[in-house]
């Protein structure tokens, strides 16, 4: 069997504080739905949030460990320093009155010949709005206060901050199958397959310390493979070339293998089945709280454990 190129970003896991403010903001801001409410399984007491399109779409999944109370990150190289959503160009307009309208300040610059609109989460992740007319139309979460016409599509990509360019870059072209297809000043731009998340930019800031992980900060970023036969052929490959993958991880709606690329970035290559709806209906993703078989036993006492939630128009 041989692997397909990987098929561009399938999600994405951050650091955050307080869960009530984390809902909010990524369903009643970004009109972000809920996709699924679970929690941390190496620590059940702290939820795991994710958030996407309508379906839980690989491509569109940011999903969120909140620690109430935790301390900020500090960003820095070997870490994603910023996630970028693509928005149509119609809606650049709508996006800078919402943003105004929640106080959120925002700044607006040009990279590749395409507007971006950049402005912090609650927890300081840096967020962007890239102006493209080509990426497919989303699921439309129904429910959503942000109109279809707006509505978030999936990930344009990530930046990366690193060291240096090639080292990472090897892993994205040898292994990823991604391909160079730009360069502005020390942003270096690399295209994977697939038609959505697809860029990832390695900015080079050498003068920069390590990141320091805390809330706000990408915890790592994952890739699209096709199937577990493929994964463990990525796996494989990753482990002949030296790059300490780990064992592959059941994650209840994917399977998960990590290693570190070459400047410290955690990376992820996961599959896309089973998929969210593997355990509700599509209908009331994101409802009730959902545990593997492994914890629930421990329902009660979790339960307790955690904040309450107040799901908004879910």
Do not use: C
């Amino acid at each position: 069997m041989n692997k397909q190129p990987i098929q561009g970003i399938h999600h994405l896991t951050v650091m955050a504080s307080e869960p009530q403010k984390n809902v909010d903001f990524y369903t009643q801001v970004l009109g972000q739905r809920l996709v699924k409410t679970t929690v941390n399984f190496d620590d059940p007491g702290t939820y795991h949030l994710y958030y996407g399109d309508n379906v839980g779409s690989p491509g569109t999944i940011m999903t969120f460990f909140p620690w109430p109370q935790a301390q900020r990150g500090r960003r820095g190289v070997g870490e994603v320093a910023a996630t970028a959503y693509a928005i149509l160009p119609s809606s650049l307009d709508f996006w800078r009155a919402r943003l105004a309208e929640f106080e959120i300040a925002f700044a607006e610059e040009t990279r590749f010949d395409e507007t971006v609109i950049v402005f912090p989460d609650p927890d300081g992740l840096m967020l962007e709005l890239v102006a493209r007319e080509s990426d497919p139309a989303p699921t439309v979460w129904p429910d959503s206060p942000v109109p279809a016409d707006h509505a978030l599509r999936a990930f344009q990509g990530v930046t990366l901050w690193v060291r240096e360019e090639m080292n990472t870059a090897v892993v994205l072209t040898d292994i990823f199958g991604y391909e160079k297809v730009g360069t502005e000043g020390t942003r270096h731009r690399y295209q994977g397959a697939g038609n959505i998340a697809q860029f990832i930019d390695l900015l080079v800031r050498p003068e920069l310390s390590r990141g320091q992980m805390g809330a706000g900060s990408v915890h790592h970023v994952a890739f699209r493979t096709v199937d577990d036969g493929e994964q463990v052929i990525y796996q494989r490959e990753l482990a002949q070339k030296g790059h300490g993958v780990t064992d592959v991880k059941d994650r209840q709606y994917f399977h998960s293998i990590y290693f570190r690329e070459p400047n410290g970035v955690l990376f992820e290559v996961a599959t896309d089945a089973p998929g969210f709806d593997a355990d509700e209906a599509v209908e009331t993703l994101g409802t009730q709280l959902k545990l593997p078989l492994w914890l629930e036993p421990h329902r009660a006492e979790i339960e307790r454990a955690l904040p309450p939630l107040t799901l908004s128009g879910q």
